[in-house]
């Protein structure tokens, strides 16, 4: 079958859903989109955040709606897809954004099976349990993009992340062979694979105080995927760790070891 040409793709009159919409990535990424003319879907656990950002949307002129659902509640994100679909149609883009970050090394891991568990719950099994319920429509109406927020990790197998960038890892190999299947519908996928960002979900890591890339920064470049819709968007950093890691393994392993000697766990990694 001949390839499709890819559009570029208009947010304008989109709908876009946006998994952790009530802080962070998430929450930049929402009134980026909603900023270029889409309706954008809110989705995360705290309701009370996720009115604040729908209203201050809609006060700034744009459409919203929140759906405040657990996504390690495989069943709620059922039915939340359900309520979409009915209230909404198809999702033109579903941004997987929402995620956990545990940094913790194995000398602190060996009784904590359940930070391997928490992992795969919410950066692998909730983004693929979402992504399988808004496919079909998105391929029937032969348009849609997944962008994944996803980690250089996946790159550079940093240390003391062995559970957070294996259950980003497969959700990146997941969509990549997704992609293959949906290819002729139209229906695309990025892994955005990030660097630092200043979010909470960095700030218990003293070492990277006031380093990063700001949310809003990390959001354009979210906005910038769904437009042009790459395979991945990854950092020059990331890049060279991937290619240092297939190239030279061994040498790769004592350089990261290194690393990991000179930068310890935080004190929020102790419990
Ligand atoms: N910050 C970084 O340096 C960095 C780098 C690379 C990749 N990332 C990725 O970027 C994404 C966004 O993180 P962030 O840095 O913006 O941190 P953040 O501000 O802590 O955002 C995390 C979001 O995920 C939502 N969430 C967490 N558990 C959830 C659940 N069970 N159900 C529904 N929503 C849930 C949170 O909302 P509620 O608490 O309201 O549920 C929140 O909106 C994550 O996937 C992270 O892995 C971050």
């Not at 405040?68 to 883009?93: F, M, R």
């Not at 348009?143 to 003391?160: D, E, R, S």
Request: with cysteine; aromatic share 6%.
């Amino acid at each position: 079958m001949a390839a499709p040409r890819r559009r570029r793709l208009s947010l304008e009159g989109r709908t876009v859903l946006v998994t952790g919409a009530s802080s962070g990535i998430g929450e930049a990424t929402a009134r980026a989109v909603a900023g270029r003319g889409a309706t954008v879907l809110l989705v995360a656990r705290r309701a009370d955040e996720l009115e604040r950002v729908r209203s201050e949307v809609v006060a700034a002129g744009g459409h919203a709606a929140a759906y405040p659902c657990d996504l390690t509640d495989l069943d709620a994100i059922d039915a939340l897809v359900t309520q979409v679909l009915a209230e909404h149609g198809a999702v033109d883009v579903l941004v997987n954004n929402a995620g956990r970050s545990i940094r913790r090394s194995l000398a602190l891991s060996y009784d904590r099976f359940h930070d391997v568990e928490r992992s795969m719950a919410i950066n692998f099994f909730a983004p693929v349990r979402l992504t399988l319920g808004l496919l079909p429509a998105m391929r029937a109406q032969r348009l849609g993009h997944v962008v994944n927020v996803v980690t250089w990790g996946v790159q550079m197998k940093a240390p003391k992340f062995s559970a957070y960038i294996a259950s980003k890892t497969a959700l990146d190999a997941w969509s990549r062979v997704a992609a293959r299947e949906t290819w002729a519908d139209d229906v695309t996928f990025t892994n955005m694979r990030f660097s630092l960002v200043r979010t909470a979900m960095s700030a218990p890591t003293e070492a990277y105080a006031g380093r990063g890339a700001t949310p809003e920064a990390a959001a354009e470049r979210v906005v910038r995927a769904i437009e042009r819709r790459p395979p991945h968007v990854n950092t020059v950093a990331g890049t060279v760790g991937e290619l240092l890691n297939l190239l030279a393994p061994r040498f790769a392993d004592w350089l990261f070891h290194r690393f990991d000697r000179m930068f310890p766990d935080s004190k929020a990694a102790g419990g």
